[in-house]
């Protein structure tokens, strides 16, 4: 391949004032000071951790969508770059959850969400272990048998048998099947009236603080998700579940056992569980913000990256705000460079790129679900490139495609790896299900190539810093700005996102999946 540097020259519009550029310089020179500045706002104290439909959470919108005008994107929307939606917001007050005679206290032994627009609640009803409650003919599993589980509080293990038995599934490789938000779905098509979702820190990949944080502020939800018999969504403690059952003389591992072979049927727990609790609830409207880089084809690649994250704990000592300056701050700078640097240096490109800063995402992908279920042209979106939790440490001597796995993106950004002498890896932390875990997994759900794109996880500090991340402040207060980071693994990916899309427009390649999907289509 000719070199990049010989065929598009152009010019930076800014200190170097008429000295051309090629875009390789234009990403090597980018600044610290410049990936910095997005991150260092969408992570200050005054944006209060960005909830969506919070004031926070607004003005990450309104900066976004000046950052866009900026950069003289085209607005998306006949009205503008924002395309609002609507969601329900609920907020627990109290929970009591009462089983076998024990009561279990909200948020040490059970967090969860009544979203029902009822001020105080109650719920009665049979308790049935599901086994993991997957369905699915993949691996030719079926943990229902057509047991009806209607109007039943349906107990379920997380994860999937894969990470025990490790020949079926995808060993140890969670797939959609073993995620929470499966669990959901699938009590909700059963119609249950509510679903307990056992923690221990391996199945769920992370311990009780991530879960309790992640579920005990307002808890937003699309309108059309809530059209359901499902009102309790929760999980409970393995160790608080365990003294449930030994009290009406159930051994937990026993019915773990039995979950791991094909027959299994639910077994009727011969209790009922009494809930009991206050809500709060409101209407939230916030907005995905979404820009267009127009080519000249219909077709479009959209980049991705959320811009809420958990909000503050008010009244709370110490440290309150989860400023999300890792996530997302620093993926929403990898999108938003990646937009700069397309949109200065190429010019009629063939695919339109879409610039989608989407909202809701710590709330269930919310807004990217929203954005590909309604866009009007869905089948004209050729490939989905996300950001999340973007690195933000020094170099690294590998990339992953988290995702990758399932289509030829993967193929396109290994040779593209290879000539930058840059290795292709996996994400260490196989358990954990990435790729159902950000904005990506809308897009592949509708049948959409989707990856999440990342510098890797070898840092020239050797100290695996973004590993680190993930099992120390992910979710926490700790994700807050730090003005020593060195930022080459961020510029390192807004590289990768800058060649993979310039490798799509040259070739008009269309991606395809390659391998079998471990999750279901829409
Ligand atoms: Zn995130």
Same mark, same amino acid.
């Given at each position: 391949?000719?070199?990049?540097?010989?065929?598009?020259?152009?010019?930076?519009?800014?200190?170097?004032?008429?000295?051309?550029?090629?875009?390789?310089?234009?990403?090597?020179?980018?600044?610290?000071?410049?990936?910095?500045?997005?991150?260092?706002?969408?992570?200050?104290?005054?944006?209060?951790?960005?909830?969506?439909?919070?004031?926070?959470?607004?003005?990450?919108?309104?900066?976004?969508?000046?950052?866009?005008?900026?950069?003289?994107?085209?607005?998306?929307?006949? /009205?503008?770059?924002?395309?609002?939606?609507?969601?329900?917001?609920?907020?627990?007050?109290?929970?009591?959850?009462?089983?076998?005679?024990?009561?279990?206290?909200?948020?040490?032994?059970?967090?969860?969400?009544?979203?029902?627009?009822?001020?105080?609640?109650?719920?009665?009803?049979?308790?049935?272990?599901?086994?993991?409650?997957?369905?699915?003919?993949?691996?030719?599993?079926?943990?229902?048998?057509?047991?009806?589980?209607?109007?039943?509080?349906?107990?379920?293990?997380?994860?999937?048998?894969?990470?025990?038995?490790?020949?079926?599934?995808?060993?140890?490789?969670?797939?959609?099947? &073993?995620?929470?938000?499966?669990?959901?779905?699938?009590?909700?098509?059963?119609?249950?009236?509510?679903?307990?979702?056992?923690? %221990?820190?391996?199945?769920?990949?992370?311990?009780?603080?991530?879960?309790?944080?992640?579920?005990?502020?307002?808890?937003?939800?699309?309108?059309?998700?809530?059209?359901? /018999?499902?009102?309790?969504?929760?999980?409970?403690?393995?160790?608080?579940?365990?003294?449930?059952?030994?009290?009406?003389?159930?051994?937990?591992?026993?019915?773990?056992?039995?979950?791991?072979?094909?027959?299994?049927?639910?077994?009727?727990?011969?209790?009922? =569980?009494? *809930?009991?609790?206050?809500?709060?609830?409101?209407?939230?409207?916030?907005?995905?913000?979404?820009?267009?880089?127009?080519?000249? #084809?219909?077709?479009?690649?959209?980049?991705?990256?959320?811009?809420?994250?958990?909000?503050?704990?008010?009244?709370?000592?110490?440290?309150?705000?989860?400023?999300?300056?890792?996530? /997302?701050?620093?993926?929403?700078?990898?999108?938003?460079?990646?937009?700069?640097?397309?949109?200065?240096?190429?010019?009629?490109?063939?695919?339109? *790129?879409?610039?989608?800063?989407?909202?809701?995402?710590?709330? &269930?992908?919310? &807004?990217?679900?929203?954005?590909?279920?309604?866009?009007?042209?869905?089948?004209?979106?050729?490939?989905? =490139?996300?950001?999340?939790?973007?690195p933000?440490?020094?170099k690294t001597s590998d990339f992953m495609a988290?995702?990758g796995?399932?289509?030829?993106?993967?193929?396109?950004l290994k040779?593209i790896l290879e000539?930058e002498g840059l290795t292709y890896s996996?994400?260490?932390?196989?358990?954990?299900?990435?790729?159902?875990? #950000?904005?990506?997994?809308?897009?592949?759900?509708?049948?959409?190539?989707?990856?999440?794109i990342s510098a890797g996880e070898n840092?020239?500090?050797?100290?695996?810093?973004?590993?680190?991340?993930?099992?120390?402040?992910?979710?926490?207060?700790?994700?807050?700005?730090?003005?020593?980071?060195?930022?080459?693994g961020?510029?390192q990916t807004?590289k990768m996102a *800058?060649?993979l899309?310039?490798?799509?427009?040259?070739?008009?390649? *269309?991606?395809?999946?390659?391998?079998?999907? %471990?999750?279901?289509?829409?």
């Amino acid at each position: 391949m000719k070199k990049i540097s010989a065929i598009f020259i152009t010019v930076l519009a800014c200190a170097n004032f008429l000295i051309p550029i090629t875009l390789e310089e234009r990403i090597n020179n980018l600044s610290k000071p410049e990936m910095q500045s997005i991150i260092e706002f969408l992570g200050h104290d005054l944006l209060e951790g960005r909830a969506p439909g919070a004031r926070g959470g607004n003005l990450a919108e309104l900066y976004v969508q000046s950052l866009c005008k900026f950069m003289n994107l085209d607005p998306a929307f006949a /009205n503008g770059y924002l395309q609002p939606f609507k969601l329900k917001g609920f907020i627990l007050k109290e929970l009591t959850v009462n089983a076998a005679g024990f009561e279990l206290t909200y948020p040490e032994d059970v967090v969860g969400s009544f979203p029902r627009e009822e001020n105080e609640f109650q719920l009665e009803a049979g308790a049935v272990f599901v086994g993991f409650g997957i369905t699915t003919p993949l691996w030719n599993w079926d943990d229902f048998k057509n047991v009806d589980v209607k109007n039943k509080i349906i107990i379920a293990r997380v994860n999937d048998p894969g990470m025990f038995i490790p020949d079926i599934f995808e060993g140890k490789v969670l797939t959609f099947f &073993g995620r929470w938000s499966y669990h959901i779905e699938e009590a909700i098509k059963r119609g249950a009236v509510g679903i307990l979702m056992i923690h %221990t820190d391996e199945s769920a990949g992370y311990d009780w603080n991530v879960v309790k944080n992640s579920w005990s502020g307002e808890e937003p939800y699309l309108e059309a998700d809530l059209q359901n /018999n499902l009102k309790l969504r929760a999980w409970i403690k393995e160790s608080c579940l365990r003294k449930v059952l030994e009290a009406k003389k159930i051994n937990l591992d026993q019915l773990y056992e039995k979950s791991l072979k094909r027959n299994f049927k639910p077994i009727d727990l011969g209790f009922t =569980i009494k *809930v009991k609790g206050k809500n709060s609830f409101r209407d939230l409207t916030n907005n995905n913000v979404v820009a267009l880089i127009p080519g000249q #084809s219909e077709k479009k690649i959209v980049i991705s990256a959320h811009i809420d994250h958990l909000g503050m704990t008010p009244g709370k000592d110490g440290p309150n705000i989860y400023n999300g300056a890792i996530d /997302n701050g620093s993926a929403v700078a990898a999108m938003l460079l990646t937009a700069k640097i397309l949109k200065e240096f190429r010019k009629g490109l063939y695919y339109t *790129v879409v610039v989608l800063a989407c909202n809701a995402e710590e709330s &269930g992908l919310l &807004g990217s679900k929203y954005y590909v279920r309604n866009i009007p042209d869905r089948g004209n979106i050729i490939a989905n =490139i996300n950001f999340e939790s973007t690195p933000v440490w020094g170099k690294t001597s590998d990339f992953m495609a988290i995702g990758g796995q399932f289509s030829t993106l993967e193929d396109m950004l290994k040779s593209i790896l290879e000539k930058e002498g840059l290795t292709y890896s996996y994400f260490s932390l196989i358990n954990q299900g990435f790729f159902y875990r #950000s904005d990506q997994y809308p897009f592949a759900r509708y049948n959409i190539p989707a990856i999440w794109i990342s510098a890797g996880e070898n840092d020239d500090s050797g100290e695996k810093k973004y590993t680190r991340f993930w099992k120390t402040d992910y979710h926490t207060v700790n994700d807050d700005f730090d003005p020593k980071w060195e930022l080459e693994g961020l510029k390192q990916t807004i590289k990768m996102a *800058v060649l993979l899309i310039d490798h799509l427009n040259k070739t008009k390649e *269309v991606p395809k999946w390659k391998s079998r999907l %471990t999750f279901p289509l829409e």
